[in-house]
């Protein structure tokens, strides 16, 4: 089991409230991630779950119980930190058995399930070494080994890829995507890399400046982002915001288009002037300037297409695709 | 940069460095080995002449030299569970955040940079005077018998003036370390459900093991040598209660005018300080490698 509920929580260092009061339901078994630009509170909102800070007011339920003053060893949760948090002088072995011990579970039961972490993880040939002594991704393997061995309610990570290249963050991905389809524990995973957030929840929760913008799947916060923030936030390249006449002709004060939304060609009602080409192979983001519209624009096309800088194209946006907003920011539905 | 001829010139141009230091160490260890080995008394005029292995038989039997070897082992075993023990202690309360951090700090630090006659001479009489001491003051407005602490307990008087001399020392190093470790080490234990203790000795003891090895060594080298704080206070005494392998030295060639014995004591507080060496190299040395 593994439901988490906050209500009305809120956070305050001194005289600087970082979370304001908010509610939040986490269900059991789902991979809810905390997205947002840096400092938004996401990892304060993690560390409040976890214990390692104590709220400011409001209550924290886990699995109905209230948990708000219990410490964090109590709480029945894992949690898997950006910089591993390994201790230097054990083994991985003694490492991922390290919380075993603490609960004075006994030897044979230790071993039995260190050995099955570490071959769950592919550890195996490595468990007599020092973490010093591992690469990256497998310093990595072995802190999720300690969070997998106590069986918690919930795992917690705290941008657990940030310290990885790229390739290895993309192969780490998956694999705690499947650990989390084979141990169907609930898992909350903080990250400001929109990417992470879109590929692996079930659920994500867009922060900024400790206030959630919107709780949804991937797909919905995509679909029907409920403001300008989370509709710039979600997405890459980022949506085309327009303002001015263009907005007025659809009734709002601006509206926007993702760059995937906009055909390029001979003909279409808006023009500009390809800029910067960024090649990719499957796909080319193509800058545009002097539309009228935004500048740059950005608009997707497929990756053989040959516009060289300074030519003039004509795009066509996808008339069912445009996203509109109030003078506020907010969605107009 | 490093072609073949430069690195001749580095040679070069440092050798007159190293053949200094060499001489500088090497000219007193090979008179003091000479002297040893003379009936040499500066109270006795006329020749010196060659005397064998007498100084060091002489030396050795003096029921005086048991008794410093004695002294000399507990003043740097006691010092040193004290300032090590004590030093991780202050450390991990200084490690805090508090009010008034850098002021508390330096006060700490302070006592280390005290001469050690003046604090010697600062214990002696206004702490540990039976008659106009603080703590003599302090038994006597109880009802106690006040303690004459260089008359009844000299040796341990002498380790706790040298261990609050030293023990900002370990805490400044220890602190330093402790600074060192990373937070979400702690933060991690103590999710995986280490309670304070624990934390303790998992993480910052394995931790602090470096800097500890480092405070041990460096405090024996200097503890070995313990010689300001036993002649202000008392002189050795009573009988030989405080006399280190040092203050032997001292006497012998400076009260007695013997320069060949007090030559044979330095030769032999030469090796006995290497043996110790060795030993704590050995001893702690696999902790340096980690």
Not at chain 1, 39 to 61: F, H, M, N, P, Q
Not at chain 1, 126 to 137: A, E, F, K, V
Not at chain 2, 32 to 43: A, E, G, K
Not at chain 2, 137 to 147: C, D, K, M, Q, V
Request: net charge negative; charged share 15%; hydrophobic share 50%.
């Amino acid at each position: 089991m593994g439901q988490i509920q906050l209500k009305q929580v809120s956070k305050s260092f001194g005289d600087v409230e970082v979370i304001p009061p908010l509610d939040l339901q986490i269900e059991d078994g789902e991979f809810v991630v905390f997205v947002g630009p840096s400092g938004c509170g996401k990892s304060t909102l993690l560390r409040l779950i976890a214990g390692l800070e104590d709220v400011t007011a409001g209550s924290i339920e886990i699995d109905g119980n209230d948990a708000t003053a219990t410490p964090p060893a109590k709480r029945g949760l894992a949690m898997v930190f950006q910089s591993y948090a390994l201790y230097p002088h054990m083994s991985v072995r003694k490492n991922i058995a390290f919380p075993l011990k603490m609960a004075k579970m006994d030897q044979a039961e230790v071993d039995k399930r260190v050995a099955n972490a570490a071959s769950v993880l592919n550890l195996t040939d490595y468990i007599d070494r020092r973490p010093g002594q591992l690469s990256g991704g497998q310093r990595q393997r072995v802190a999720i080994g300690r969070a997998i061995v106590r069986e918690p309610a919930a795992f917690l990570f705290d941008e657990p890829l940030s310290n990885l290249d790229a390739a290895l963050r993309i192969g780490m991905r998956l694999e705690i995507s499947e650990l989390h389809k084979r141990l169907d524990t609930t898992m909350i995973y903080v990250t400001h890399d929109q990417v992470e957030a879109m590929t692996m929840a079930d659920k994500i929760v867009v922060l900024q400046a400790g206030v959630i913008e919107q709780v949804g799947s991937p797909l919905e916060l995509y679909q029907a982002p409920r403001n300008k923030f989370v509709a710039g936030f979600i997405g890459s390249p980022k949506m085309n915001f327009i303002e001015g006449n263009e907005a007025q002709k659809h009734s709002a004060h601006t509206i926007g288009i993702r760059p995937e939304h906009i055909e390029v060609g001979d003909s279409g009602p808006w023009k500009g002037v390809v800029g910067v080409a960024e090649h990719l192979g499957s796909d080319t983001f193509i800058h545009i300037h002097d539309t009228g519209l935004t500048d740059p624009l950005t608009v997707r096309a497929s990756g053989e297409v040959a516009f060289s800088y300074g030519d003039t194209i004509h795009l066509r946006p996808r008339d069912d695709r445009f996203h509109r907003f109030d003078e506020r920011g907010m969605r107009i539905a | 940069m490093a072609t073949k001829a430069s690195r001749s010139a580095a040679r070069l141009m440092i050798s007159p460095a190293v053949l200094l230091l060499l001489g500088w160490m090497l000219v007193p260890l090979c008179l003091t080995l000479y002297f040893s080995f003379l009936r040499y008394n500066l109270l006795q005029i006329g020749p010196t002449p060659f005397a064998g292995w007498e100084n060091y038989y002489w030396f050795v039997t003096d029921p005086s030299f048991t008794a410093a070897i004695k002294n000399t082992l507990v003043l740097v075993g006691g010092v040193l569970a004290i300032t090590t023990i004590g030093g991780l202690f202050a450390a991990i309360l200084l490690d805090r955040p508090m009010f008034g951090t850098g002021i508390i700090r330096i006060m700490v630090i302070a006592p280390f940079f005290v001469m050690p006659t003046v604090s010697a001479l600062v214990w002696k009489n206004m702490f540990m005077n039976p008659v106009n001491g603080i703590f003599g003051r302090i038994a006597t407005s109880l009802g106690f018998e006040p303690i004459d602490f260089f008359g009844q307990i000299p040796l341990a008087s002498i380790i706790i003036i040298v261990s609050w001399t030293w023990l900002p020392f370990a805490t400044l190093i220890l602190l330093t370390a402790l600074q060192s470790l990373d937070q979400e080490q702690l933060e991690a234990a103590e999710m995986d459900g280490a309670g304070w203790w624990n934390r303790f000795w998992f993480i910052m003891l394995p931790h602090l093991a470096r800097a500890i090895t480092v405070v041990i060594l460096i405090q024996t080298i200097f503890l070995l040598s313990i010689f300001a704080e036993i002649l202000v206070t008392t002189n050795g005494g009573p009988g030989t209660a405080t006399t280190n392998l040092t203050y032997l030295i001292y006497v012998s060639s400076l009260l007695q005018f013997d320069v060949g014995m007090g030559s044979a004591g330095g030769v032999i507080a030469i090796i006995l300080a290497n043996i110790v060496a060795i030993f704590l190299m050995r001893m702690i040395g696999k902790n340096l490698d980690a």
